[in-house]
């Protein structure tokens, strides 16, 4: 299992996180996001990390045009598009244009259930690397039942968002073995913030001590 931590905005954490053994790091490049960097900004950034480092661009109904300038400048990895104007046609031309990988995020609430999302994975699954199932928000762990649900129905991999924390990453990796229902990466980003879009660099240590122990275990 791997570890994403997404919303970096400063080098000092993005630093820390390849430290401590973080496989891929997000940029958000959604405007409406208090961890939105612009082009310039994450160039600012990107081009002061080390080489090899796993870079994912987060966007979100965004013009493809954009996406594959800003992937382009800023060397990216991966795509994580999280939008709702994503369909088929978006993904096919998207894919057409760039050759990276595409992951496509998901979050479980009253509007998007599972029959929802496993319907669009369906649509498009041959066009997709990953898939990002994400909770409601506001703080909610993630329905793990739903997310076996997925797992069960689909082969593309599977990352684990949503309020995953230093005290209930234990308790959710537990389940989800016992459940069969391991993902291939978690994903993390507001838990490890001290304040709205500011990444506390002894959090995201903490964090990754916790996730090196349970690997042991």
Not at 22 to 27: D, I, N, Q
Not at 118 to 131: A, M, P, T
Not at 153 to 179: Q, R, S
Request: charged share 25%; proline share 3%; with cysteine.
């Amino acid at each position: 299992m791997r570890v994403k931590i997404c919303g970096l905005t400063d080098l000092d954490s993005a630093l820390t996180c390849i430290n401590e053994g973080v496989h891929a790091l997000g940029f958000i490049f959604v405007p409406s996001s208090p961890r939105y960097l612009t082009l310039e900004k994450a160039l600012s950034l990107i081009n002061k990390l080390p080489p090899l480092v796993e870079r994912v661009g987060v966007f979100a109904d965004q013009e493809i045009a954009e996406i594959i300038n800003i992937c382009k400048n800023c060397h990216l990895s991966a795509i994580q598009i999280h939008g709702k104007t994503e369909d088929k046609l978006y993904l096919e031309s998207l894919k057409k244009q760039i050759n990276l990988p595409i992951i496509r995020a998901f979050r479980l609430n009253k509007e998007t259930n599972t029959n929802i999302i496993l319907k669009s994975i369906s649509e498009s699954q041959d066009l997709l690397n990953g898939l990002l199932i994400d909770s409601s928000g506001s703080g909610s762990v993630i329905c793990l039942d739903d997310f076996k649900t997925i797992k069960q129905n689909t082969k593309l991999p599977l990352i684990l968002a949503g309020a995953l924390n230093v005290d209930n990453l234990e308790n959710i990796i537990y389940k989800l073995k016992e459940m069969q229902a391991l993902p291939c990466a978690i994903d993390l980003c507001s838990s490890l913030e001290s304040e709205r879009g500011k990444k506390d660099i002894q959090k995201i240590k903490s964090f990754m001590q916790k996730f090196e122990e349970l690997k042991r275990l």
